[in-house]
């Protein structure tokens, strides 16, 4: 009974891969923030699915960063900042994309509260320059915009956030993220409203995800990326917050998700054009500290030491999302479980180590992901 519903699982997965590559083949597709973590997963993602790729996107910061092993030839790359209104329009009309996926943002809490204004802009501002192109596009055309899980008020309670829960944010990104819903919402009653599809064509949604991990993310603050630093400097891991507890998914959970909704817009774009959270299963969400167990495991050595500090920035202490829209509504469900996610990062980060290109590495786990 289990390998028969394995069985049809696997098939599930296969089909869906399908309906992507039906749709996205020989469309047009602008996606903002394609030098980033997140964004050059999509990058290689959306060229294996056939689609003609232009990303818009500051410079990558560090030489290791994936984008830097991407086949350049494959996809038009602009370096433009998100405020540069003039820049960002012209490029979203000239490419006349079918699909615009908006991933580019100033994505760190931490680091939020050293450029809080920079944050605000790039973030709030960013986004309503990239609608307000969208607004100037004569063509039929899906936006999805990528927030956060942290738009939500965060009351640190343990029942999971869902699409209609209050919106809020303590530090400063997570509260322009959730001024970024606010935003999108605005310009969907406001320039693209359902009754008047016909005339401006336009279906534009919202995406929560919560906690990302997978191999090539080079960020400060971020769990994962520090845990895989001082395991290769076989230094003790320092822990902020080891009884915090998050969303944790692989990187290609969500992206898939992504792509799966734009394609659902193309169905129906009215049905489809609303808010929807990507994470794990309530089940499945861990701790720091059992993150870091897994990761010590996985990497065969290693140990962690927790520092605590008055001073340090709030940061939420639990979080949890509520999956059961996008479960219903696009058939969507997390493949790996928090802990696989975790392993199949640390063997990215050794493999790579080991001189394996970052998008070889990005293919196979692509491949894991469809067959699990």
Not at 33 to 59: D, I, P, Q
Not at 366 to 372: A, R
Request: charge should be negative; glycine fraction near 6%; include cysteine.
């Amino acid at each position: 009974m289990e390998f028969r519903k394995s069985t049809l699982e696997k098939l599930v997965n296969m089909n869906q891969l399908e309906v992507l590559k039906n749709t996205y083949k020989g469309t047009r597709v602008f996606l903002t923030g394609h030098t980033g973590f997140k964004g050059s997963w999509m990058t290689v993602l959306l060229n294996e699915l056939g689609a003609e790729v232009k990303g818009y996107a500051l410079a990558p910061e560090d030489e290791k960063d994936i984008y830097n092993s991407i086949n350049k030839e494959s996809f038009e790359s602009v370096i433009g900042d998100l405020r540069n209104r003039d820049k960002l329009e012209n490029e979203i009309i000239n490419f006349q994309p079918d699909f615009i996926f908006h991933l580019a943002a100033q994505p760190l809490v931490r680091l939020s509260y050293k450029i809080p204004v920079e944050t605000f802009e790039v973030n709030v501002i960013g986004t309503a320059n990239l609608l307000s192109a969208v607004q100037k596009l004569d063509k039929k055309c899906q936006v999805i915009c990528i927030t956060t899980d942290k738009v939500y008020h965060n009351n640190e309670w343990i029942y999971p956030y869902r699409e209609t829960d209050r919106l809020g944010g303590y530090d400063p990104y997570s509260a322009s993220k959730a001024a970024c819903e606010i935003v999108i919402s605005s310009y969907k009653n406001s320039f693209f409203n359902a009754k008047d599809y016909e005339k401006h064509q336009k279906s534009i949604a919202s995406v929560r995800a919560g906690n990302v991990i997978g191999g090539g993310d080079w960020s400060n603050d971020r769990l994962l990326p520090d845990i895989v630093n001082a395991l290769s400097e076989n230094s003790a891991i320092e822990v902020r917050n080891p009884n915090a507890v998050r969303p944790w998914q692989h990187v290609l959970e969500p992206i898939f998700g992504y792509l799966l909704l734009g394609s659902k817009m193309v169905e129906d774009p009215i049905k489809y054009a609303t808010a929807y959270n990507f994470g794990p299963s309530n089940s499945d969400n861990l701790t720091v500290k059992e993150i870091l167990e897994i990761a010590i495991k996985s990497y065969g050595s290693g140990s962690y030491f927790i520092k605590e500090d008055e001073n340090q920035p709030h940061e939420a202490g639990l979080l949890k999302l509520d999956i059961s829209k996008v479960s219903n509504e696009l058939n969507w469900k997390p493949r790996f479980t928090a802990a696989e996610a975790v392993d199949i990062t640390i063997q990215w980060y050794k493999n790579f180590n080991g001189g394996i290109s970052p998008v070889e590495l990005i293919k196979k786990d692509i491949q894991k992901f469809i067959n699990s």
